[in-house]
């Protein structure tokens, strides 16, 4: 039986939810897992746009290459480049740092 707590009430909070979101998003426990959630989530163009800004990520953090050489190869612009080196370089989240991390640490065992 569903508590006063438990029971999801309709909101326009967006910390709340992008809370929520956020513990969705750590329930997949396999990418094939998170794949389908995001297919789910996420239109097409959407999902091609996160994986987009997730390659460029690596691209600037594992590579020599320059911005526009990022760009001709990936077709991504290069204010989304320059905004996405700025996250990955400057900005106090450090979302694409920890999984990038992360990942090489994975990768290394």
Known sequence: MATAATILQPTRDEQQL????????????????????LVDL???A???TLAERWHVARLLDGTDLSYRDIHDSTGVSTTTIVRIARFL???PHQGYRRAIDTLEGDNAG
């Not at 956020?22 to 990418?31: D, I, K, V």
């Open 89 to 91: 370089r400057q900005e």
């Open 46 to 48: 959407e999902i091609r």
């Open 18 to 37: 992008c809370e929520d979101l956020c513990r969705a998003l750590l329930t997949p426990e396999s990418p094939e897992e998170m794949r389908r959630l």
């Open 42 to 44: 996420c239109t097409p």
